[in-house]
C-alpha cells in the first residue's frame, strides 16, 4: 500500500539535543512538507521542498533543517535552537505543486522535550 | 495572501443530529478549498475538495460542503452525525498565484454525544 510513514511515533530528548524526525512516502509525489500541530494553532508550515535536493522555509523555519537527498524522504532536525520543540510535526506530500493537489499525511510523531 | 477561518473551536452534537462546521476564505481569486479530518493522535485525511465545477461538493464517509462565492464560504455539512465522527476538521484553501501552499484554518473540534 502506498503511503507515508513517520517514525517513531513518540521521540523524547533532553534540551540541547538536536533530534532528527524521518519521514518517507512511496507515493512518487514531488512535493513533501513539515507542520508543527500545536493545541489551537492549526498547522503550521516549517519547510517544503518541490523536488529533490531543493527545499523552502515556511513559516516558522527557525530552529529546524531538512535534507532532500531522494525523491521519497524528507527529514526534519529539530536543533537546539528551536525554543519550544515540544510538538506534534506532521509530515505531508502532494502530487506536484498545483493549486488544488491535495496533500496525504502522516501519522505524525509526538516529540517531547525536557 | 489567502486566509481561512474557522469560526468555532468546538461544536457539541448529538449522535444523529445533523452537523455544519464553518469555514470562510479570504482571497480575492477563485480559492481551491479542502476539507481534512483528523483523529487524535493521527495524521489528516482529506475529506472533499473543490476547485471548479459544481459548488456542492459530495466527500468521503458521507460528508458534503457547498462553496459559495458571494459569502466567502466553504461549509462543511453531514445530515447525521455517527459517534466516529467526533474528531478534528481542518478547512484548508490553496488559491492561484502566490504560493501553492495551502493555508490551513485552526480547525474545529468536533464532539459527539451518545
Known amino acids: 500500500d502506498g503511503g507515508i510513514t513517520q517514525s517513531p511515533k513518540y521521540l523524547f530528548r533532553k534540551e540541547g539535543q538536536n533530534v532528527t524526525l524521518s519521514c518517507e512516502q512511496n507515493?512518487?509525489?514531488?512535493?513533501m512538507y513539515w507542520y508543527r500541530q500545536d493545541p489551537g494553532q492549526g498547522l503550521r508550515l516549517i519547510y517544503y521542498?518541490?523536488?529533490?535536493?531543493?527545499?523552502q522555509k515556511g513559516d516558522i523555519a527557525e530552529g529546524y533543517s531538512v535534507s532532500r537527498e531522494k525523491k521519497e524522504s524528507f527529514p526534519l532536525t529539530v536543533t537546539s535552537a528551536q525554543k519550544n520543540p515540544t510538538a506534534f510535526y506532521l509530515c505531508a506530500s502532494s502530487l506536484g505543486d498545483l493549486r488544488y493537489d491535495e496533500q496525504y499525511f502522516g501519522p505524525g510523531t509526538r516529540l517531547t522535550v525536557t | 495572501a489567502q486566509s481561512v477561518t474557522q469560526p468555532d473551536i468546538h461544536i457539541t452534537v448529538s449522535e444523529g443530529a445533523s452537523l455544519e462546521l464553518r469555514c470562510n476564505y479570504s482571497y480575492g481569486a477563485t480559492p481551491y478549498l479542502f476539507w481534512y479530518v483528523q483523529s487524535p493522535g493521527q495524521g489528516l485525511q482529506l475529506l472533499l475538495k473543490y476547485f471548479s465545477g459544481d459548488t456542492l461538493v459530495q466527500g468521503i464517509k458521507g460528508f458534503e460542503a457547498e462553496f459559495k462565492r458571494s459569502q466567502s464560504s466553504f461549509n462543511l455539512r453531514k445530515p447525521s452525525v455517527h459517534w466516529s465522527d467526533a474528531a478534528e476538521y481542518f478547512c484548508?484553501?490553496?488559491?492561484?498565484?502566490?504560493?501553492?501552499?495551502?493555508?490551513f484554518g485552526r480547525g474545529t473540534s468536533l464532539i459527539v454525544h451518545p
Open positions: 507515493l512518487n509525489h514531488d512535493a
Open positions: 521542498s518541490q523536488i529533490v535536493n531543493d527545499f
Open positions: 484548508a484553501v490553496g488559491a492561484l498565484g502566490g504560493s501553492y501552499i495551502p493555508t
